[in-house]
């Protein structure tokens, strides 16, 4: 049987237009009481090294207000262990983080930081956090993951989302075999990164992976058709898949 599959919403971009102007509006914080209302079960925030968009102030008011669990994507510094560890998040998503990216480029080298990782993962999961790590698909990657002591994972599905053809439908296969492999090695297993309502049936049609992360879609789509009913739409998609 398919285990239950999650929807994360990611509300940083809400925050990006707040902060192209200033001041309060929009605020994040509503906009994850309209996510939890439309059908989300959870929400991701990334606190940034140079704060371009969610902010210290935004990831308090999370914490306190909203009745959903919090995932709080950061970077593997030893400042956002510290944030992480005062705020204590339901969940902390370990990202790769470029200041000069526009958005997060490619998976995490768990492998290449496998040193510097672990000692991070443990002190998270001490404090009742559950550690995830953003790699690509791949079973090195994984491996290195299950090494570290990262009990879940989360797929980039960048490439394949940017994809066309015969080349979307490799990636599909990469993220299908590393979802099997990431199941054999007792790691859950998240996907995210780039989905639309074209791309999202594939990768929430696959068995063993249980949630997944969206936000920059969904915040652009809702400026068409708001932001509740972008979000239901993706409900419906990912458990038509499920269910089909």
């Given at each position: 049987m398919a285990r239950k599959l999650r929807l994360g919403v990611n509300i940083d971009h809400v925050a990006t237009i707040r902060n192209a102007r200033g001041g309060r509006h929009p605020d994040p914080v509503r906009a994850a009481f309209l996510a939890a209302e439309a059908g989300a079960d959870g929400i991701t925030a990334h606190l940034r090294e140079d704060r371009r968009h969610i902010s210290d102030a935004d990831i308090s008011a999370l914490i306190e207000r909203i009745a959903l669990p919090l995932n709080l994507e950061m970077a593997a510094t030893p400042e956002m262990v510290e944030i992480a560890l005062r705020h204590r998040p339901r969940a902390c998503c370990i990202v790769p983080e470029k200041r000069e990216e526009r958005t997060t480029e490619g998976g995490l080298d768990a492998a290449g930081h496998h040193d510097a990782l672990k000692p991070m993962v443990r002190r998270l999961s001490e404090a009742g956090i559950r550690?995830?790590?953003?790699?690509?698909?791949?079973?090195?990657?994984?491996?290195?993951?299950?090494?570290?002591?990262?009990?879940?994972?989360?797929?980039?599905?960048?490439?394949?989302?940017?994809?066309?053809?015969?080349?979307?439908?490799?990636?599909?296969?990469?993220?299908?075999?590393?979802?099997?492999?990431?199941d054999r090695l007792g790691l859950e297993c998240h996907a995210g990164h780039g989905l639309t309502y074209e791309t999202v049936g594939p990768v929430a049609a696959i068995p063993t992976v249980t949630e997944?992360?969206?936000?920059?879609?969904?915040?652009?789509?809702?400026?068409?058709?708001?932001?509740?009913?972008?979000i239901r739409r993706m409900r419906e998609l990912m458990d038509q898949a499920r269910e089909g």
């Open positions: 550690v995830s790590l953003f790699i690509e698909p791949g079973e090195h990657q994984l491996q290195a993951a299950k090494s570290v002591g990262a009990p879940v994972v989360e797929l980039h599905t960048g490439a394949y989302c940017d994809a066309e053809g015969e080349a979307r439908a490799r990636e599909l296969a990469r993220i299908v075999e590393a979802a099997r492999i990431a997944l992360n969206i936000g920059h879609f969904l915040i652009g789509e809702a400026i068409f058709v708001g932001l509740a009913q972008s």
